[in-house]
């Protein structure tokens, strides 16, 4: 079975272990990586008078998005894992717009990702993770409503499925 198609059972089921939960908390921080990438390089590369705002809010998302990384890596250990050292993919394009929507895109898979890990962790009697992830997803719409506010759009509904990437 491939590494994905595992996760997507993990996904349906709600009784995890330990070692599945730091599992899916390290794909998340793969995750957080590649948004501390991609705010990091994008904040810098974007022009236009247009843009300048959004420039120096991505400034902004780049340094909470390393406060998540810190704060997953943390629960990681906590649950007796070790935190990755890979980051997801990152996509770049010399066109501001571009560059806008791949970070739309990922918060709203993160957005997704960090909902089914809440209720994966309150299903467990984890508490105190789902209480650290909830301040992390508060974070993340605050990121997808300032990314859809600069391409004057609403922010998209989510995926009905779990994406893992
Ligand atoms: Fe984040
Ligand atoms: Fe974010």
């Not at 943390?74 to 935190?83: E, H, L, M, S, V």
Request: charged content about 30%; hydrophobic content about 40%.
């Amino acid at each position: 079975m491939s590494k994905e198609s595992k996760l997507q059972n993990l996904n349906e089921d709600m009784n995890l272990t330990r070692e599945q939960m730091v599992e899916l908390l390290n794909e998340d921080l793969a995750r957080e990586y590649q948004a501390i990438i991609a705010y990091v390089v994008y904040s810098q590369v974007i022009k236009g008078a247009a843009y300048m705002d959004i420039a120096t809010e991505l400034e902004k998302h780049a340094a909470e998005e390393l406060d998540h990384a810190l704060k997953i890596s943390k629960q990681i250990d906590y649950f007796g894992g070790t935190p990755t050292v890979t980051p997801k993919p990152v996509k770049f394009s010399s066109d501001t717009k571009d560059l806008l929507r791949f970070d739309l895109d990922n918060e709203r898979t993160t957005v997704a990702n960090y909902r089914q890990r809440i209720r994966q962790a309150e299903a467990m009697g984890e508490f105190g993770l789902s209480e650290v992830l909830r301040g992390i997803i508060v974070q993340e719409q605050e990121h997808e409503i300032d990314l859809a506010t600069a391409l004057g759009i609403d922010v998209p509904e989510l995926p009905k499925k779990t994406p893992v990437d």
